[in-house]
């Protein structure tokens, strides 16, 4: 490629860092950086990115610390050697539903931004609030309660918006924030969610929402293309629905809209070219189906902070316990999400109970992880006649299904339907390595099924392919047990550049934005220049015949258990029954 030839930047700003990503129009990717929210950041005492309100179940992250991520970020990028003159455009990620609160001041702050100062030193003033909830937050009960029973109950909302209330979920979060804060929301003059705020700070004002992260708000009515106007009536409090309507503003359909020129501090700041465009940054989910041409048979599982299970698919099949929002890029198509709280960070639990029992602090802090749960034969069963062992390890109120936190021990006898609550035959913390990951995938083959079909040769239904992305995609035991418990007659892959999926995903979004002919999908223009033996690698086998139909029978005794656990939370008067 001429050492002149154009380059785009895929932000991904996620729970725990921000990342930027640098491909060239053949899609190879010629840098990265990366801010640590923990390890990098100066001035902020938050631990995995968040800061938490235990008494009030509130999860939140400062800000300004995403401001000093930016700047320290693009810092990086020009330390390697990044010629941002050669940067013709710009999309990004956003960790999902978090919204950020401008103040009155926002937009002359924007719009003046000093290439001089940083842009903590001279945006921090820039919010009415300075933390934006977070996803893991569930403070908001009593409003998804309302928001459910807005259209009639939770099928209906699920219906309009593509998903049932989920205390994630902006609507139900700016509901509470104008209860709990409405001196604060009155002088709020727009709300951003992350994807938005991290594109508005490129413009040098404020960006409109995204056409796929607006559907992560239970305000978006998906068939209609508009604001749902009963649930703004019910989001906008006693404030009124065009006071709201204002400060959310409109939603552009095409994602590949270009928003406007980058603004003058970056530029001046870093070397941009004046005329680089911003493109409208997507929800990290959405972007992260954007890091491949993905076919509507194949089956995403993004092992990040949360474990995602995604696909895209032009059916649109809303249901209570799944999400589907409108595909970032191509209308028409949708995405399907299952999304657990419980993720990375429980299965760090399980890593780290188990390096202690050991007495051990291995190099590869998973080494003892990866071994026990290898070791361990699917569901525990040494034999076909011992029962299945299965559990939940939720250290953190699970959003699929709603359950508080606790751990919860099976054993299932899939001949007779038996199903009982017992630690006897566990042996704790060993047997949880593997049955934390056959939980979480378990789940994921549970609620997926409806969307899979059988590839044909009297195979039974499942993806074509399973690609892992994020985090603990690098984990090769992991990749072993999703193929034997998902399947897919291909195989299961993991992309090349491991963990930066996501960002990936948001610099193919702005090639396409730039580079399409009129017309062109994203699919078209990424499968043109898609390098599949480069680009990916097949790293488990998927389909198995015998060890997926075993775990089909373990199916039906993990919805039977989640069903159990849930009556004896409801019967407690916690979390919900759905
Ligand atoms: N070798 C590994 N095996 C399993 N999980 C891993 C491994 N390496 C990293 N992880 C997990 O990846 C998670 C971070 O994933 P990442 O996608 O980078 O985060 P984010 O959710 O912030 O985008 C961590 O919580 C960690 O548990
Ligand atoms: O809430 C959701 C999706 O609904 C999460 O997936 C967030 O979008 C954060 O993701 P990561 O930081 O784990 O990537």
């Not at 409003?143 to 699920?158: P, S």
């Not at 995405?335 to 657990?340: E, N, R």
């Not at 034999?383 to 299945?388: A, E, F, L, Q």
């Not at 690698?537 to 258990?561: L, P, T």
């Amino acid at each position: 490629m001429a050492s002149d030839s154009p380059l785009y930047i895929g932000f991904d700003l996620s729970t725990q860092q921000l990342k930027g990503l640098v491909v060239n129009s053949d899609l190879k990717v010629v840098h990265v950086a990366k801010f640590d929210f923990d390890a990098d950041s100066k001035g902020f005492p938050i631990k995995k990115g968040v800061l938490n309100n235990e008494a009030e179940h509130e999860v939140f992250a400062p800000v300004a610390l995403w401001l000093q991520a930016l700047d320290g970020v693009l810092e990086s990028l020009r330390k390697q050697g990044l010629d941002f003159r050669r940067v013709k455009g710009i999309s990004g990620a956003g960790q999902q539903h978090g919204s950020v609160y401008w103040g009155q001041n926002a937009e002359s702050l924007l719009r003046n931004l000093d290439s001089s100062k940083s842009l903590e030193e001279q945006l921090e003033g820039a919010f009415s609030h300075p933390y934006s909830p977070n996803w893991q937050d569930s403070s908001t009960q009593n409003e998804c309660d309302e928001f459910d029973a807005a259209l009639g109950d939770r099928k209906d909302l699920a219906q309009a918006t593509g998903s049932k209330a989920h205390h994630r979920f902006t609507g139900p979060q700016i509901l509470r924030f104008t209860r709990k804060h409405p001196e604060v929301y009155k002088k709020t003059s727009r709300i951003s969610l992350v994807s938005s705020f991290l594109a508005s700070l490129f413009l040098g004002h404020i960006a409109p929402f995204d056409i796929s992260d607006v559907c992560g708000m239970n305000l978006w009515n998906i068939k209609k293309g508009a604001y749902d106007e009963r649930l703004i009536q019910l989001c906008s409090g006693a404030f009124g629905v065009e006071d709201l309507k204002q400060k959310l503003g409109e939603v552009p359909e095409d994602g590949g809209l270009h928003l406007g020129s980058v603004h003058a501090y970056f530029v001046e700041r870093f070397g941009f070219s004046p005329d680089c465009t911003v493109i409208p940054a997507t929800g990290d989910n959405p972007a992260t189906i954007l890091a491949l041409p993905l076919l509507p048979s194949d089956a995403m599982v993004s092992l990040g902070t949360s474990t995602t299970f995604l696909m895209s698919t032009p059916s649109y099949k809303p249901d209570p316990a799944t999400h589907f929002f409108n595909h970032p890029t191509t209308p028409g198509l949708y995405m399907f999400m299952l999304c657990y709280k419980n993720g990375g960070l429980a299965r760090e639990h399980v890593r780290d109970a188990i390096n202690e029992s050991l007495k051990d602090t291995p190099a590869q802090p998973w080494a003892n992880f990866d071994k026990v749960a290898l070791q361990t034969a699917p569901l525990g069963q040494q034999s076909p006649t011992d029962p299945m062992k299965m559990g939940l390890f939720f250290p953190r109120h699970e959003i699929v299904p709603n359950i508080p936190k606790g751990q919860w021990r099976f054993t299932y006898d899939a001949n007779t339907g038996n199903l009982k609550e017992t630690t006897d035959g566990w042996n704790s913390p060993q047997d949880e390595a593997r049955a934390i990951v056959e939980s979480q995938l378990l789940s994921c083959r549970l609620r997926s099924r409806d969307l899979t079909v059988s590839p044909g040769g009297g195979l039974p239904s499942q993806p074509r392919r399973v690609y892992l992305v994020g985090g603990g995609s690098k984990n090769k035991a992991i990749a072993k047990i999703a193929g034997e418990i998902l399947g897919g007659v291909e195989g299961v892959y993991s992309l090349d550049v491991g963990d930066n999926a996501c960002a990936l995903g948001a610099a193919y979004k702005a090639v396409w934005g730039i580079e399409r002919q009129p017309g062109q999908t994203f699919e078209n223009l990424i499968g043109q220049r898609w390098n599949e033996a480069e680009f990916i690698e097949k790293i488990a086998d998927g389909y198995q015949k015998g060890v997926f139909e075993q775990y089909g029978q373990a199916v039906e005794g993990f919805e039977k258990m989640e069903l159990q656990v849930l009556q004896q939370v409801a019967e407690k008067g916690d979390g919900d029954d759905y």
